[in-house]
């Protein structure tokens, strides 16, 4: 089987580690590194909208030296009725070197990765997992408090329908972190993937040394059954509420942020706020990943 990123799940302490610090090597070498990935091809396969990961991907593949290609759902051929299986297959004919993908649907990253031999990359997959987004928040936090291990990560709205929470649960425990979740009952899973306290809002925001916020996915809902107003007094990060922090604590989101929703518009780019820091580590995150599904890291 191919050298895949399929989901934090799959992913050993000892590998996410290793990925961390070679995430830490791509720092070093910014802006030119190595062109270790000279004359390899990534395809970017995006089913669902995306900005961040997209352009980070291409990013992080361009500043290696690999050629991108994006592929566009509107004028390929899986309008003709042509289905995932087979347009990945087409990829690796072509000798694709690698295959970003971005879907709906939960386990389809999954699913490919034992009929395909290219390396595949989860780029974020339906409500289940978005391990590169988990991956990047992890640098971040050993970035700017030297280890993750012994934090206290408090995540905090729709976790129900949060892939960046599932991947979080996953891996914040193997690395040694406590998690605690907050938010609206209805918001919240009945079973988790992982060790975790529930607290109401004000004690979770006042116990973390990270604050998550988790955007509201209101295009997931039909009926919020709560005011916009009223999910951001009572569970968002409100300038009032940003007081019971600790002075030593940090705000993190893994974007698109909703101002004024999940966390008030003049906290986003405070000083506490880590949030450009995600955006920024994001490339170099996915230079260590690209890197490790093309040329090996196991
Ligand atoms: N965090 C994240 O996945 O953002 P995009 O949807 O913009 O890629």
């Not at 990829?91 to 939960?106: P, Q, T």
């Not at 949060?162 to 991947?167: I, K």
């Not at 040694?176 to 306290?197: D, F, K, Q």
């Not at 580590?281 to 690209?290: C, D, S, Y």
Request: hydrophobic share 40%.
């Amino acid at each position: 089987m191919a050298n895949s990123l399929l989901g934090m799940a799959e992913l050993t302490r000892p590998e996410i580690i290793h990925l961390l610090e070679r995430t830490d090597y791509w720092a070093e070498h910014w802006p030119s590194p190595p062109q270790v990935l000279a004359h390899r091809t990534v395809a970017n396969l995006f089913f669902e909208p995306s900005t961040r990961t997209r352009f980070s991907f291409e990013m992080a593949a361009k500043r290696m030296g690999a050629h991108v290609l994006n592929f566009s759902v509107s004028s390929s051929s899986t309008t003709k009725g042509e289905s995932l299986y087979d347009t990945v297959k087409t990829l690796e004919s072509m000798g694709f070197d690698a295959v970003v993908i971005r879907h709906k649907e939960n386990n389809i990253v999954h699913d490919l990765a034992s009929l395909v031999d290219v390396p595949l990359i989860n780029a974020g997959t339906g409500t289940s997992e978005h391990p590169t987004q988990c991956l990047l928040d992890l640098y971040t936090m050993k970035q700017h408090f030297g280890e993750v291990k012994g934090l206290t990560v408090a995540i905090i709205g729709d976790i129900t329908h949060s892939r960046v929470a599932n991947s979080h649960l996953i891996a914040l425990p193997k690395l040694g972190a406590r998690v605690i979740v907050s938010g609206p009952r209805h918001l919240l899973p009945a079973e988790y993937r992982g060790p975790v306290e529930f607290m109401p809002v004000d004690e979770a925001v006042s116990e973390a040394d990270v604050v998550m916020l988790l955007r509201l996915q209101l295009e997931r809902y039909s009926d919020l059954a709560l005011s916009i107003d009223a999910y951001h007094r009572d569970y968002g990060l409100s300038e009032e509420r940003f007081k019971l922090l600790k002075p030593s604590a940090v705000i993190m989101h893994p974007g698109p942020v909703n101002r004024g929703v999940e966390i008030a518009g003049s906290l986003v780019e405070c000083e506490r706020s880590l949030i450009n820091t995600q955006v920024q580590n994001g490339v170099l995150t996915r230079m260590a990943i690209l890197e490790w599904v093309i040329l090996g890291g196991r």
